[in-house]
């Protein structure tokens, strides 16, 4: 099981940032995927959470309306689209999957999700 984030980078506050997670070793399409994010000297908190049986989507109350999750099965692909980024946006963010279709009702807990990838590194600063 493979799950590698990309497209971090240093972005100036404001700005807009599309995250990508390649997955490998698992079907996709069974599984529903989340996205995490660990800040320095912070816990690991849940952002956002994807259902493969209906599609529903999760948001942390703190990134709704900013953040988008979104999911390609063919692909093999998962995306996290990020709108009007803030300071506290700045931390190395990952992607996890759930052994099973949907989120569970905990999935934004440090631990909530099975497994996760390597992490990539968003910085928001002027």
């Known amino acids: 099981v493979q799950l590698q984030a990309s497209g971090g980078g240093l972005v100036q506050p404001g700005a807009s940032l599309r995250l990508s997670c390649a997955t490998s070793?698992?079907?996709?399409?069974?599984?529903?995927i989340g996205w995490f994010r660990e800040a320095p000297g912070k816990v690991r908190e849940g952002v956002s959470c994807?259902?493969?049986?209906?599609?529903?989507?999760y948001y942390a109350d703190s990134v709704k309306g900013r953040f988008t999750i979104s999911r390609d099965n063919a692909r093999k692909m998962v995306y996290l689209d990020i709108i009007g980024l803030k300071s506290e946006d700045t931390a190395v963010y990952s992607c996890a999957v759930q052994w099973s279709s949907r989120c569970e009702s905990r999935w934004y807990e440090r631990n909530g999700m099975d497994y996760w990838g390597k992490g990539t590194q968003v910085t928001v600063s002027s």
């Open positions: 994807m259902s493969s049986s209906d599609g529903r989507t």
């Open positions: 070793g698992f079907t996709l399409d069974d599984n529903a």
